[in-house]
């Protein structure tokens, strides 16, 4: 039986190697992906990075095995018009956090493999300049602010 090579696979060989070598470097919190209705193409990611070290870090770009691409994206409000802005890459201040949320910066997903409804979850794989990638997996949500209106 042949091993079958994934595009992460050199990913997951270098987590593998950084942890049992080195302490973590970034941490991930309250990361979740919002459902979306089953014919959107698009769906939006977000979550808290943390930096656990004393030097800065950049997120230089975002996969998954769940969509076809992904990217970084900031919400700008311009004259009453929001408006989404690709951020080519993102740094993590030193001791610090960056927060994806809604209104603010946030990934795009696009073209899910498959229809994704509250209960799935997803794998998004962060990819750093200096080559490492921390896998994670994050639920769907339906976070629509009206969690309060019950649905008979």
């Not at 014919?39 to 950049?58: C, H, K, W």
């Not at 990819?127 to 769907?140: A, F, K, N, Q, W």
Request: a negative charge; proline letters at 7%.
């Amino acid at each position: 039986m042949k091993l079958a090579a994934t595009l992460l696979g050199g990913c997951l060989l270098m987590i593998v190697a950084a942890t049992s070598m080195a302490a973590p470097t970034m941490d991930i919190t309250g990361g979740w992906v919002r459902e979306a209705p089953p014919t959107s193409r698009v769906l939006a990611g977000y979550m808290q990075i943390i930096n656990l070290t004393d030097a800065e870090f950049t997120i230089t770009g975002v996969t998954s095995p769940d969509f076809d691409s992904a990217d970084l994206h900031r919400t700008v409000v311009k004259d009453g018009m929001a408006s989404m802005q690709p951020v080519p890459e993102l740094t993590i201040p030193a001791a610090g956090s960056v927060l994806l949320e809604p209104g603010g910066l946030h990934l795009m997903l696009f073209d899910p493999a498959r229809p994704l409804v509250e209960g799935d979850s997803v794998t998004l794989v962060l990819h750093r300049s200096d080559g490492i990638c921390l896998t994670l997996s994050v639920p769907v949500l339906r976070r629509t602010g009206e969690e309060h209106i019950h649905h008979h």
